[in-house]
């Protein structure tokens, strides 16, 4: 079916969050539509869309996410524009994605994946081990915190909102001597003089769907569905149709201390998973290989199965 490509006088609209990195994945949405279909970049419009979690005055009062809200903290403003038509479609970081969308909505492209390892990041320590007792450690993360505290409960971590480069000022500032930043966020902003120490999975497996961008449409827009199929990187999506399959089936939300990471191994995939408590006391890992198109059944076996370990209170402290 032809379709009619955007042009300067009538853009394709891209929705985004306002932050340095959230421009950076919108710019490389546009420039890669641009490349598949040979448009000019003004043939797009970058739209920028304020979300609850973008207020500053709760990134001021450094109030834990779950203080503010769960799931859509970083999505539903976009999301609302993208339904009325005021946006095309909306450039999402994955691991900011609730694992349901809103009715009239799709989630079907996602970007070839970027580095998923979280860094450390502190201008006077090369690496966790090397933290003195009670070092004061800077995260908003949830699944960080429970990891961190799980493997030097003797540190004290202390809220850290902000985007990256409001994290990195307050490292500066002495607000914390380290914390801890995705590769895939210091990779896209080029911030190449950063001092961090990238993280093994096997020390730190990553939060779902890290280092992978997402583009939502709405389900009837052919135009978009067609244009975005160009883009499209069937094995990141492979990987992610496993991780965000085994976070429904724990109803994972901003709330939730749960990690997880899918893999190709030679043929198939391996996905391993983790949840903890939020104090980081408890923490049960497991992992699943199988086949690359059994990976929901896969992302829901492995959930089941950690569940299994934990027991049925685990979850108790969400309330």
Not at 47 to 55: A, F, H, S, Y
Not at 75 to 86: D, M, P, S, V, Y
Not at 143 to 152: I, V, W
Not at 229 to 239: E, F, L, Y
Request: net charge negative; aromatic share 4%.
């Amino acid at each position: 079916m032809t379709i009619t490509l955007p042009t300067p006088d009538q853009p394709l609209k891209i929705g985004t969050r306002g932050s340095p990195l959230a421009l950076a994945q919108a710019h490389e949405t546009r420039d890669r539509l641009a490349a598949a279909f040979g448009l000019a970049e003004e043939a797009f419009e970058i739209v920028v869309i304020r979300t609850t979690g973008d207020d500053r005055s709760m990134i001021a009062a450094d109030r834990p996410l779950k203080e503010i809200g769960n799931k859509g903290l970083f999505t539903k403003e976009i999301e609302e524009q993208l339904l009325a038509g005021g946006i095309d479609i909306a450039v999402h970081s994955m691991k900011d994605m609730p694992v349901l969308q809103p009715e009239g909505l799709i989630l079907d492209c996602y970007l070839p994946r970027e580095d998923v390892r979280d860094a450390f990041i502190s201008p006077g320590h090369d690496g966790l081990a090397a933290l003195p007792v009670g070092t004061v450690v800077g995260t908003s993360s949830l699944r960080r915190r429970a990891q961190l505290l799980h493997r030097r409960p003797d540190l004290t971590v202390v809220e850290f909102r902000g985007n990256l480069q409001t994290r990195l000022q307050k490292l500066a500032d002495g607000v914390a001597a380290a914390t801890f930043l995705a590769m895939a966020g210091l990779n896209r902003m080029n911030m190449t003089a950063v001092p961090k120490t990238p993280i093994a999975p096997e020390d730190m497996l990553p939060a779902v769907a890290q280092g992978a961008i997402g583009i939502e449409r709405r389900r009837d827009d052919a135009r978009a569905q067609q244009m975005l199929a160009r883009i499209h990187d069937g094995d990141t999506a492979s990987r992610l149709a496993a991780e965000r399959a085994f976070l429904a089936e724990l109803d994972g939300s901003c709330e939730t201390p749960i990690a997880g990471l899918a893999e190709f191994d030679g043929t198939g995939l391996r996905l391993r998973g983790e949840i903890l408590s939020p104090d980081g006391a408890a923490a049960y890992a497991g992992e699943i290989s199988g086949a690359i198109a059994d990976g929901p059944v896969l992302g829901r076996q492995l959930a089941r199965e950690l569940l299994g370990k934990a027991g049925p209170g685990f979850f108790d402290w969400r309330g």
